[in-house]
């Protein structure tokens, strides 16, 4: 059964940095696209970056040139370095295939700036 498992989300201040971690089991994980998405209080989920079994990236306006995403192949784990943190970047932070598995989604882990 596929499984996902997001860690590594915290406090931090404005200006900060954090990194996620998300590992795959279940599956086959090198052959997929991966993607970081989060979900505000009151907002839907969308999308932050994803990362191509080529290691193409990409990013929406709001995170680029702050988040970094990259994978670990032999480890099933997908990153997202976070780096010059906003309050506009909390949110629970989730992990998914592209297409997403709808019916797979982890526990997310919690991120919240404080300004």
Same mark, same amino acid.
Request: some cysteine.
């Given at each position: *059964?596929? *499984? $996902?498992?997001?860690?590594?989300? !915290? $406090?931090?201040?404005?200006?900060?940095?954090?990194?996620?971690?998300? /590992?795959?089991?279940?599956?086959?994980?090198?052959?997929?696209?991966? !993607?970081?998405?989060?979900?505000?209080?009151?907002?839907? +989920?969308? $999308?932050?970056?994803?990362? /191509?079994? *080529?290691?193409?990236?990409?990013?929406?306006?709001?995170? +680029?040139? +702050?988040?970094?995403?990259?994978?670990?192949?032999?480890?099933?784990?997908?990153? $997202? *370095?976070?780096?010059?943190?906003?309050?506009?970047?909390?949110?629970?932070?989730?992990?998914? +295939?592209?297409?997403?598995?709808?019916?797979?989604?982890?526990? !997310? /882990?919690?991120?919240?700036?404080?300004?």
């Amino acid at each position: *059964q596929v *499984q $996902l498992e997001e860690t590594g989300g !915290g $406090l931090v201040q404005a200006g900060g940095s954090l990194k996620l971690s998300c /590992t795959l089991s279940g599956s086959v994980f090198s052959v997929f696209n991966m !993607g970081w998405y989060r979900q505000a209080p009151g907002k839907q +989920r969308e $999308l932050v970056a994803s990362i /191509t079994p *080529q290691y193409d990236t990409n990013y929406p306006d709001s995170v +680029r040139a +702050r988040f970094t995403i990259f994978r670990d192949n032999h480890k099933n784990t997908v990153y $997202l *370095q976070m780096n010059s943190l906003k309050p506009e970047d909390t949110a629970v932070y989730y992990c998914n +295939r592209i297409p997403i598995w709808p019916n797979y989604w982890g526990q !997310g /882990t919690q991120v919240t700036v404080s300004s």
